[in-house]
């Protein structure tokens, strides 16, 4: 007999965002899938995975890092690369925060410069997460700061710009946790941690760009005008979904059944 494993309200909002959102996005046309990272992505595998072996033996699905390929693998799924599928039908990735035009704030994880490549390449990009992403803006919940990957001979220079130049006087360089020194990504870099005062992160793209601009940075955590849809699970059982249409983004609710 099976064991049922309860999930806490947090994992079903998560759930409930991923079940919606590959529902409506990930359709029978189409066959080259991007598959992000974080804790709502294995969701999103899981729903896929339960549209059948017909639909998905002829997809490939690409990975932004470790977590994502893996499971992929293990869920007996095709893996692909970017090099060989550049453009992407729908990317699904999860967000460490969204703000009211769909901006978002993604590197919780460190693996967002993989996952901007596969953003930028999806003719589809499409977010979920749980309600405490939702923001109104960036920031909000989500007070780490901008995640920024620097290459690892340039992180005191870019440190010292930030504090200094760029007004984030609490940037700090990411440690890890099981191991002495800092987080390493999946490209071999450093991650720095840049939180910036409220004024500042309600004009991200602004920010986003004097970022790119120092000399050692790789990539930065701001998807700005990126996501064409957020999906948000809830505690009630509804998603909250917001989307563009034309230049607006436009809010909906889905009740549950």
Do not use: W
């Amino acid at each position: 007999m099976q064991a049922t494993t309860t999930l806490s309200a947090i994992e079903q909002s998560k759930r409930l965002a991923a079940y919606t959102a590959v529902d409506k996005h990930i359709l029978p046309e189409h066959k080259v899938i991007g598959i992000g990272s974080g804790s709502t992505v294995p969701y999103v595998v899981e729903r896929i995975v339960a549209q059948g072996r017909e639909l998905n033996k002829d997809r490939v699905f690409i990975p932004t890092g470790f977590q994502s390929k893996e499971l992929i693998v293990m869920s007996n799924l095709n893996l692909g690369d970017v090099d060989q599928f550049p453009i992407i039908d729908v990317t699904i990735d999860g967000a460490d925060e969204v703000d009211l035009d769909l901006n978002c704030i993604k590197g919780g994880g460190a693996c967002h410069l993989r996952e901007k490549v596969l953003a930028e390449a999806a003719n589809t990009f499409i977010v979920v997460a749980d309600y405490r992403k939702n923001a109104e803006y960036l920031g909000t919940n989500f007070t780490p700061g901008v995640p920024i990957e620097v290459v690892p001979f340039a992180y005191a220079q870019v440190l010292r710009k930030l504090h200094n130049v760029l007004g984030s006087p609490n940037a700090t360089l990411r440690m890890a946790k099981a191991k002495a020194g800092p987080v390493v990504t999946d490209n071999s870099n450093f991650v720095i941690d840049a939180p910036f005062p409220r004024e500042t992160m309600m004009d991200p793209s602004t920010i986003l760009a004097k970022i790119k601009m120092l000399t050692g940075v790789v990539e930065v955590g701001l998807f700005c005008d990126m996501a064409q849809a957020a999906y948000f699970g809830n505690e009630d059982g509804s998603v909250t979904v917001k989307r563009k249409v034309e230049s607006r983004v436009v809010e909906a609710s889905i009740l549950p059944s």
